[in-house]
């Protein structure tokens, strides 16, 4: 089981309304902004391009790097069905991995979790971001797996669903966040094995997925 990072498993409203104030502009302006880019299938950093022209955000992203940074996420940002989620399914025995389109300080605090992940990583720190089909390729090889093994879940189409279906990853649609509403809505995307709205369903919702349990060769008889 491989998550995405960002309205998978973190709410970023706190992030987005961080990055506002920052540049000086009402929260529910920048949303509405950044929500239209959404809808049209923009990059996430235009908003910043609009409201700030004169802001070079790698520049910025860099000169954070090394301290905190609006977009930085923490333990409280997680959605409140994260933590459970994950302990029950390693105890249902999935090995668990983590990795997306994030900055690689965010790898700190997944690896702090009181689950155990066997892999934490992110685009920032692989130089490779989704949808490219080697980001994809890349979790495959770092499991020791065939992409046929794993689940990815994530909340966009784009970037989550269809490039995972594309792998040959059985591909879980969670719908929250923005772009999952924008790009989904109450629909369920065809290339997603199945869509939740929890991540509390993922255990009962895999089970139909789940390969065969090896069964006992029947005891020889005896007389």
């Known amino acids: 089981m491989v998550f995405d990072v960002g309205e998978t498993l973190v709410d970023e409203t706190r992030v987005w ?6 540049l000086g502009v009402p929260r529910l302006t920048f949303l509405a902004v950044l929500g239209g880019v959404i809808a049209r299938g923009g990059d996430h950093r235009e908003p910043f391009a609009l409201f700030r022209p004169d802001l070079d955000f790698e ?10 940074s609006p977009g930085d996420v923490d333990r409280t940002d997680l959605y409140p069905d994260v933590e459970p989620a994950l302990a029950a399914l390693s105890v249902a025995g999935y090995r668990l991995g983590i990795v997306g389109n994030q900055p690689s300080r965010t790898e700190a605090l997944f690896r702090g979790l009181d689950v155990a992940v066997d892999l934490v990583a992110s685009s920032a720190s692989w130089g490779i971001e989704k949808p490219d089909p080697l980001f994809f390729e890349r979790i495959a090889t770092e499991l020791g797996v065939t992409p046929q093994e794993i689940a990815y879940v994530g909340d966009r189409l784009d970037n989550d669903v269809r490039p995972a279906a ?5 591909a879980v649609f969670v719908r929250r966040g923005p772009w999952a509403w924008i790009q989904a809505g109450r629909d369920d995307p065809p290339e997603a094995a199945f869509t939740i709205e929890t991540l509390a369903e993922l255990p009962e919702a895999l089970e139909p997925f789940r390969a065969e349990p090896l069964r006992p060769e029947p005891a020889p008889s005896i007389g």
């Open 17 to 22: 309304s961080a990055w506002a104030d920052l």
């Open 59 to 68: 520049a910025e992203a860099r000169r954070h790097a090394e301290g905190s």
């Open 166 to 170: 594309r792998a040959g990853m059985l």
